[in-house]
């Protein structure tokens, strides 16, 4: 079973304007950490966001934002005012404890295409 | 600046051969990663490193092996086993601890001759 799941292929988003990145993720452990990377066209990952699930509020970095949503097990990224250099790769990833050493497990990603 | 070096950018395979990848972090993190990534697919894990002398084999290992000698380094070897070894590999490292994130290097670009 995909403990990860990015449900959204590709995405297109108008220059300016906010857009939501779904991810849902799969875990019977209380303590988990969850991570956002963008990804260009270059290929290198570029660390965004995180949220550990004892995380009292959304998390939030810059025009990032998380909606935390710990029941329905979603942790979706807001980009807001998004930019022509927001165009990239986005992946999602999960870390548990049961996992050693700061794992992650990532989920197949979305691909973002911002509009001028 | 600190940060992970991946080389070379693009290496290229014969069949039988084996080949390293060499990641290199000045980071001083005690964790280190190796990751695949197939077309249009997410990352999986092949080894990780905890500590120096220690590894630990990943979800897709088969085919790889690791060295980890020295805390700066965590060389790849894609060995003649690996049957289907042509994809984006990507090295990472990071401290340990709960919300820690990895750091990744720009990747090498494996191809078969």
């Known amino acids: 079973a995909q403990k990860i799941t990015q449900t959204q292929p590709g995405m297109f988003v108008q220059e300016k304007e906010a857009v939501t990145l779904d991810c849902t993720y799969d875990?019977?452990?209380?303590?988990?950490?969850l991570f956002w990377y963008k990804q260009p066209s270059s290929g290198e990952m570029i660390f965004l966001i995180y949220q550990g699930s004892y995380d009292q509020q959304n998390a939030t970095e810059g025009r990032y934002s998380l909606n935390f949503q710990k029941a329905r097990k979603s942790a979706n990224l807001v980009i807001s005012a998004s930019q022509l250099g927001d165009s990239a790769m986005y992946f999602c990833?999960?870390?548990?404890?049961?996992?050693?050493?700061?794992?992650?497990?990532f989920g197949g990603g979305t691909r973002l295409m911002v509009k001028p | 600046d600190g940060g992970i070096t991946q080389s070379p950018k693009y290496l290229f395979r014969k069949e039988g051969q084996n080949v390293t990848l060499s990641c290199e972090q000045n980071?001083?993190?005690?964790?280190m990663y190796w990751y695949r990534q197939d077309p249009g697919q997410g990352l999986r894990l092949i080894y990780y490193s905890q500590i120096v002398n220690d590894f630990q084999k990943g979800d897709i290992a088969e085919g790889y092996s690791v060295s980890r000698e020295k805390k700066e380094s965590f060389p790849l070897t894609v060995t003649s086993a690996q049957k289907n070894p042509t994809a984006f590999y990507l090295c990472a490292s990071s401290l340990q601890g709960e919300g820690k994130p990895q750091h990744f290097g720009d990747g090498t670009r494996l191809s078969i001759l």
């Open positions: 980071l001083n993190h005690d964790a």
């Open positions: 990833a999960m870390r548990e404890p049961v996992n050693a050493g700061n794992m992650l497990t």
């Open positions: 875990t019977s452990d209380p303590s988990y950490g």
